[in-house]
C-alpha cells in the first residue's frame, strides 16, 4: 500500500484573483534572512512583481527564516505563475549574494537533476481569505509575528521595519507597491 496518500501536505495552490495569506520557509529553518540584505532582496523582488501588474500585496512581514505575505496572484510572470517567478529570483540573488560574500553555500545544497541548491523548502503554505474576519485575522498575525516571545525582534509592531504594520497602524506607506486590503472586503 501506498503510504504517501496517508501523509499531510500543505495546500500551496494559488487561484488568479483570489486574496491568499501565503508562506515561504527558508530550507532547513535556517536563518538566512537576518541580514537586511537578503531581507531587501525579498522586498525587491515583491516591488517588481506588483509594479509588473502580476501581483498585489496587501501585507507582509520578513522574520529570520521565513515571509508571511497578503497577496492577490493576478497573472503569470511568461510562463511562471508569479509566486514560482519570486521564489526562482530570490533563490537566485540568495546564492549570488552568499557567493560574493564568501560565504559557505553547502547548508543549502541538494542531490537533484535540475539543482545544485534549493533556498525555500517546498512546501509553501497558501490559505485562500475569503472573509473579512479571516483576511484580519491573518494581517494581524503577521503584524504580531516579530514581537513573538521566541523571535522577540521588536517590542512594537510598527517598530519592525519588514513589516506593513506602520502602513495599517499610523499610515505611514514604507513600501509603495503595497496596497490596502481594507479596501478589498
Known sequence: ???????????????KGEIYFWTATINKWQKLLESDVYKDIIVRSLEYLSEAGKIDVFAFVIMPNHIHLIWRVKENNGKENPQGS????????????LKQDGESLASYAVEAHNKRYEFWQRDSLAVHLYTQKVAYQKLDYIHLNPLAEHWQLAKDPCAYRYS??????????????????????
Request: aromatic share 22%; glycine share 2%; proline share 0%.
Open 1 to 15: 500500500m501506498d503510504k504517501s496518500i496517508f501523509e499531510y501536505k500543505r495546500k500551496s495552490y494559488i487561484e
Open 86 to 97: 519570486f521564489l526562482k529570483y530570490t533563490a537566485h540573488a540568495f546564492k549570488k549574494m
Open 164 to 185: 506593513t504594520a506602520r502602513f495599517y497602524e499610523l499610515g505611514v506607506k514604507d513600501f509603495l507597491f503595497v496596497k490596502d486590503l481594507r479596501d478589498e472586503f
